[in-house]
């Protein structure tokens, strides 16, 4: 394509109009041409000062507070990961870390066979420990599921290395009477990784099985006994 | 009038610079100064609470992880702000639309969320003044709306349907019933007409 049809194409990619093929073209283009670089960014001052046209709506404090929790949540986040998932800022820093180290505690103790109801201290501080260094570990990720998010917000934390994962409920509709949500790992045939019926607060819901081989998760709906391959299409679904 | 905030690119730059060295204060403030902007113009693109706070969370964290990398050459930061917001509005609209297979056209949720469509309300710049901040974004908006009403009919539309709806240059082609190829000649000539309106609209205001 010559100049002259890049060019064209400037104010259909200053208003992010280009078909997605047509914008990665273009900006292929963009890269090799000063000419073009200098109309869009000049195009672009005009066009977002539309933005200065609407009329102001405020957002709610909790917006401003999920924005002032990124840079904790970015610390906890592995910097150098591919994909950087932002969801996680959706519930105070804080409370998310409490709930992971639950979550993650619970799997590490009956990883570990914490036989005795009176674990001595020692045990129970090695075991904190042990869940701050998952969490702490670049290798653990975080991704949202998506799909019908209408349906829930779910974040599966997860560390392949270690073979460990949980799911973080933040919300989920309450499923048909007789039936619950049934997770599966990929492997990428679907294979059962546990049940669960959704509470009225976050909460966290260990998944088992083989989280190290595994491509994505999915959730299904399912009779409440469970099934042993999905009956339906998933609800909530992420891929690695 | 003293330089509003919403002008000054140079106090802007000073948060950037901050945020780059790991400063979370200083993106809070950005926020303070530009959230509601990006927020709003998110709300505008996606008619959805949820997702409008998505999109603006996701300007600041792409702020907070790049801010080493904007370049002030290329523009305001206000400007890489909107931008972004805009883009990434478009997009998430996009895909909500991939996923239901169908234009999201639902209202947007009133929740506990205060809107205020009438007022020339404040979009969190910090003027000090709120007085001069207000009379600043009026004069701004009507400004803008001048420089839009002097675009041909033809071009407004483009640009009103691009920025503000979101559609792309294919589904405006549709819409209109132009042929494709005129849609993108027309957007251009009409961001280069905008541009001038503005800078006249500017010129004007200083006196």
């Given amino acids: 394509m010559s100049h002259r049809e890049h060019a064209d194409s400037i104010g259909a990619y200053v208003l992010d109009a280009l078909e997605p093929e047509e914008r990665r073209a273009f900006e292929a283009h963009l890269r090799a041409c000063p000419i073009c670089r200098a109309e869009v960014d000049s195009l672009r001052a005009a066009a977002a000062d539309l933005a200065l046209a609407i009329p102001p709506a405020l957002p709610s404090g909790r917006l401003r507070d999920r924005i002032a929790a990124i840079p904790t949540v970015a610390r906890i986040e592995s910097p150098p990961s591919p994909r950087p998932i932002p969801w996680l800022v959706r519930w105070p820093a804080l409370a998310v870390a409490a709930a992971l180290v639950v979550a993650l505690g619970g799997l590490l103790a009956s990883n570990i066979q914490m036989k005795s109801e009176m674990a001595s201290m020692k045990q129970s501080m090695a075991m904190h420990q042990q869940v701050l260094t998952v969490l702490a570990d670049p290798a653990t990720k975080m991704t949202m599921l998506r799909g019908q998010e209408e349906m829930g917000r779910v974040t599966f934390v997860y560390n392949r290395q270690r073979n460990a994962g949980v799911l973080v409920i933040s919300t989920m509709k309450t499923p048909p009477a007789g039936q619950a949500y049934q997770l599966w790992l990929l492997l990428p045939e679907p294979a059962s990784a546990g049940m669960f019926k959704p509470q009225a607060e976050m909460h966290v819901v260990p998944v088992t099985g083989n989280i190290a081989m595994s491509k994505g998760i999915g959730i299904t709906v399912e009779p409440e006994q469970g099934s042993p391959r999905p009956t339906s299409q998933p609800l909530l679904i992420a891929t690695w | ?207």
């Avoid at chain 2, 905030?5 to 950037?16: P, S």
């Avoid at chain 2, 478009?90 to 009438?118: F, H, I, L, S, T």
């Fill in chain 2, 1 to 207: 009038m003293s330089v509003p905030a919403g002008g000054n690119d140079a106090e802007d730059r000073r948060f950037i610079a901050r945020i780059a060295r790991g400063d979370g204060a200083a993106l809070t403030s950005l926020y303070d100064r530009y959230g509601a902007m990006c927020y709003s113009l998110a709300l505008r693109i996606a008619h959805s609470v949820p997702l409008a706070e998505d999109v603006t969370q996701e300007v600041f964290l792409a702020v907070w992880q790049g801010a080493g990398k904007f370049d002030p050459e290329r523009g305001t930061v206000r400007t890489w702000l909107l931008a972004m917001a805009h883009h990434k509005a478009v997009d998430a609209v996009r895909r909500a639309e991939v996923r239901r297979g169908q234009p999201a056209d639902e209202p947007a949720e009133g929740g506990d969320e205060v809107r205020e469509p009438a007022r020339p309300g404040n979009p969190g710049m910090h003027l000090g003044d709120p007085v001069a901040e207000e009379a600043w974004l009026t004069l701004q908006r009507e400004a803008v709306q001048r420089a839009l009403e002097s675009l041909a009919p033809e071009q407004r539309e483009v640009v009103t349907l691009g920025y503000f709806e979101g559609m792309t240059h294919r589904e405006i082609a549709a819409r209109t019933g132009a042929p494709l190829g005129t849609i993108k000649t027309r957007m251009r000539l009409a961001l280069q007409a905008l541009a001038r309106a503005l800078r006249s609209v500017e010129t004007d205001a200083e006196r």
